[in-house]
């Protein structure tokens, strides 16, 4: 009689990210959280919307989890690089399944349903009796597995070349792992973003943060993570982080300035910015500090960010890593477009003034 041993492993691989989903979803329901008041408001009672946000200590307490799976045993810490392929195919399947559930468990908007699969149709669900709310528990998990990958293609890098690792890789982990951690200690200030207040949450966002975000954001060490050390020159190294903490001033420092505007309009920013505002009399918009320079500086900044990414790896001529700045010219300049239009259609007459003042629209003196 013959045996037939049918080796599991690439559904396992396959399954991790549904796994993994299912942690950070759970930890996001159990673990303490602060109570924030948004800026969004509910559809129907029209009340400014409630969140818990715990994305920090979820990010932490996976990290940890991922840190003991690997050392007890169960999930070694190159898992995730040896089943990139299984994992990344996986997640793009839990991307469609949990996109066609947010979307086909909603009422019709009366579009065409491809559309509204697409774009979705609640603005913002809530799961667990409004314990989490959808599109944040999506930031944290895309988050979250993002690092996971990085740490996973880091450790398979360092196990493959131990006698000459890359520290273009170390650079590379640092700089995202700063990204990733700015925004989930900042998390509240995203309640404030396009995101959260124009966006319905359909397969675009779902399949964008349970797939796109955690496999191709990391795109350049996937590429990477096995090609040997290349002895990048040090300068090239100091240049990709000047230009990412250039690109993080610029986005951070523009993001927290209109956050504390929206605040209280009065207070000067980090002492040095003191609020210009043009007014219609019921309305404000910002025409100082980083506001002032380009109407969407802040882009600027994650262009910037994507651009010292993909130079901190050491191979500035390797194409996949320019994939990810490239990307973010793609998403941003028609996003800046459709913000641009739905800021003219709400505040008329002191948009056009505005746009008089900044006449830029992301890089100041060139677009
Ligand atoms: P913004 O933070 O630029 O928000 C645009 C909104 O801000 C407008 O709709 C308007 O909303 C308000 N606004 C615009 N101009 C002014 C002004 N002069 N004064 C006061 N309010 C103003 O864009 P996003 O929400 O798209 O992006 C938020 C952050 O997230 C950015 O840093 C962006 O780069 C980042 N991002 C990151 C991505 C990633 O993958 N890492 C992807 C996309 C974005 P209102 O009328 O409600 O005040």
Not at 32 to 40: F, I
Not at 71 to 86: F, K, N, Q, T, V
Not at 171 to 198: Q, R
Not at 248 to 254: H, I, P, Q, T
Request: aromatic letters at 16%; proline letters at 6%.
């Amino acid at each position: 009689m013959k045996l037939y041993i049918v080796d599991l492993t690439p559904l396992l691989g396959f399954l991790t990210p549904w796994f993994v989903s299912a942690v950070v979803l759970g930890l996001s329901v159990v673990l303490p959280a602060r109570r924030v008041l948004g800026y969004v408001r509910d559809e129907r009672t029209g009340q400014l919307l409630r969140y818990r946000l715990n994305g920090p200590l979820v990010f932490v307490v996976t990290i940890g989890l991922w840190l003991l799976a690997g050392y007890s045993g169960p999930m070694p810490w190159d898992w995730l690089w040896a089943h990139r392929w299984s994992g990344a195919a996986g997640a793009l399947a839990l991307g469609i399944v949990a996109s066609a559930v947010v979307v086909l468990t909603a009422p019709g908007r009366g579009g065409s349903v491809l559309k509204e699969f697409y774009l979705g149709r609640r603005l913002n669900p809530r799961m667990f009796g409004g314990r989490v709310d959808a599109k944040m528990f999506l930031y944290v998990f895309g988050a979250t597995y993002l690092e996971l990958n990085l740490l996973s293609f880091a450790v398979h890098h360092y196990s493959t070349f131990p006698g000459d690792p890359s520290p273009a890789v170390l650079l590379y982990v640092a700089l995202f792992t700063w990204f990733i951690c700015d925004y989930l200690v900042f998390e509240p200030v995203h309640l404030y973003t396009y995101d959260l207040f124009a966006e319905r949450v359909g397969f675009k966002l779902v399949w964008g943060c349970l797939f796109f975000y955690p496999y191709f954001y990391g795109v350049g060490l996937w590429a990477a993570a096995d090609l040997p050390n290349p002895h990048a020159p040090i300068w090239l190294l100091v240049l990709s982080a000047l230009v990412f903490f250039a690109g993080w001033s610029l986005a951070r420092g523009a993001n927290m300035q209109k956050f504390h505007f929206k605040l209280d309009p009065e207070r000067t920013f980090l002492g040095l910015f003191r609020p210009e505002a043009i007014s219609d009399g019921e309305r404000r918009l910002l025409c100082s500090g980083f506001w002032g320079v380009s109407r969407h500086v802040n882009y600027l900044g994650e262009i910037l960010m994507a651009t010292g990414l993909a130079l901190s790896l050491g191979y500035p001529t390797l194409l996949a890593s320019w994939l990810y700045p490239l990307y973010y010219v793609l998403l941003l300049v028609p996003r800046e477009r459709d913000d641009d239009r739905l800021c003219a259609a709400k505040y008329g007459a002191l948009w056009d003034e505005y746009r008089r003042r900044v006449p830029w629209r992301i890089v100041p003196r060139v677009y």
